[in-house]
């Protein structure tokens, strides 16, 4: 391995102090350069990224890296850690296995945006999901949708969303979608609190075209991808939704068991914290 690349998410104070105290450790076995995770596109080429920061920052930094592929290493430095899941030190010292190729690299589905609105033409990557909402107003939602140029339906309600994989441990599964197993070829449409209990949640195939469109219920709308960047709808605007081209490779820790980590994180499992008679929060099972 010749040249890594960290991406420091300026948000976090602490990121910057890792990055500190990383990089000199790092120099000793690559050339390494830092930048600042933002909107604008990385332009040199790396046998590895690392990102300080946390899952958020990692969706930032699929966008960053417009469909190159190059393996991903995610330092947690935020609050849940599902796909950032290394810390400073253990990334340390699995360096020479990443190095190696030793450790394992899950390539991750993503999706391609593209928003045909009054004011031209934009297109984004999406790693979680990409949600078609209401605007400012949070009004109830009108939202029509087609599969491969087949009419569905018109979604009344908070939204629409449609995600893969790995954004299914997300707004997906707050929303009542499916949990997607990580390497899954699919991607799920999530009505966000339809007005109709028959509307469900549809797995489909990565390669269907899905394109959503803001009715006139309303007069404006947003789509929101990957919870982090904001595009503004008028009624006649699409959202057309597939498959990218390129896939995000995210490095896991090895031994890694998918599962186990979402029943860790998601506390799956747990009994109820119930209240004793002194009315303080405890469990009843015996040493909890």
């Known amino acids: 391995m010749q040249r890594v690349l ?9 990121a910057r102090e890792v990055a500190d105290s990383l990089c000199p450790w790092v120099r000793q076995r690559a050339e390494v350069r830092t930048m600042d995770l933002s909107d604008e596109p990385v332009e040199p080429e ?74 031209g033409r934009s297109e984004y990557l999406v ?14 939602t009108g939202v029509r949708a087609t599969i491969d140029e087949e009419a569905i339906t018109t979604y009344f309600g908070d939204g629409v969303l449609v995600s893969t994989p790995t954004g299914s ?26 007005h109709s209990l028959t509307h469900r949640p549809i797995v489909l195939r990565p390669e269907c075209e ?17 919870g982090q960047t904001r595009v503004r709808l008028r ?15 995210l490095v896991e820790r090895s031994h890694r068991k998918p599962f186990e980590t979402l029943s860790r994180k998601l506390h799956w499992g747990h009994l109820p914290r119930y209240q004793d008679r002194e009315g303080t929060q405890g469990q009843r099972d015996k040493g909890t």
Request: proline residues 6%; glycine residues 10%; hydrophobic residues 45%.
């Open 210 to 226: 899905i394109v959503l469109e803001p009715t006139d219920l309303q007069k404006e709308a947003v789509c929101v991808v990957d």
């Open 46 to 119: 790396a046998d590895l990224v690392v990102v300080l920061g946390g899952d958020g920052s990692l969706l930032k930094a699929a966008r960053m890296l417009g469909g190159r592929e190059m393996p991903v290493v995610g330092i947690n430095l935020g609050k849940l850690g599902y796909m950032a899941e290394f810390s400073a030190e253990a990334f340390c010292e699995q360096f020479e296995a990443i190095a190696a190729g030793e450790t394992p690299v899950s390539r991750r589905l993503m999706l391609r945006v593209r928003c045909e609105t009054g004011d």
């Open 127 to 140: 790693l979680n999901e990409v949600l078609v909402a209401g605007g400012d107003a949070h009004r109830v």
């Open 169 to 194: 441990t997300a707004y997906c599964m707050a929303a009542g979608g499916p949990l997607l197993a990580p390497g899954l070829a699919a991607m799920v449409l999530v009505p966000v609190c339809p």
């Open 6 to 14: 960290i991406l420091v998410n300026p948000e976090k104070p602490l």
């Open 235 to 249: 009624p006649g605007d699409r959202v057309s939704i597939g498959r990218a081209d390129s896939s995000f490779l």
